[in-house]
């Protein structure tokens, strides 16, 4: 078992997004020329974890975007906030977050239905959020002129550290009851 753990560290580390399971599983089998079950691969992952919980390693193995990453742990975040804040002109601007999110929670969108809901130009905003590999084509629409259909790509989901879409945050989880004006009613 160590062995294969040692492979699937490996694998991790040197994936440049996360690696999903299944793509552990056809490479590990391939390199062995044998199937490798998923139960073995998952169960390696879970001795990885456990590893990387003690306070020598700055780093762990996490669950994000579909697969698996290393990512620092909280305690470092300080000193990687100052470096991130010396790397800010990466950051998004209020117009490309405000274009993102119309996005993710209203894909299949046409840049037309983003500018409506904005009701500003959404040409920049779009542009940098395919640049950054945030946002993707899906296709066309079957409206006149058959306008371009985006939607949020894997990165963006790594990017917000969730799985899938359906972890975003609804409209109530962002409710203030102190605003709230009288008594509930049942």
Known sequence: MDFLVNHIEALIFCAPKPIEVKDMKECLSEMFEAEVPIEDIEQAIGILQEKYKEDQYS???IQTGGGYQFLTKPAYQASIGILLKQQ???RLSNSSLETLAII???QP??????EQIRGVNCDYAVQKLLE???VE???KSEAIGRPLIYGTSDNFMDYFGINNIN?????KDFSQKENEIGEASE
């Open 104 to 106: 993710a929670y209203r």
């Open 132 to 134: 950054k590999e945030l």
């Open 59 to 61: 780093f762990e193995p």
């Open 137 to 139: 084509i899906k296709g």
């Open 88 to 90: 800010s002109k990466k």
């Open 109 to 114: 969108i046409t840049k037309s239905e983003m």
């Open 167 to 171: 972890e975003l945050p609804t409209l």
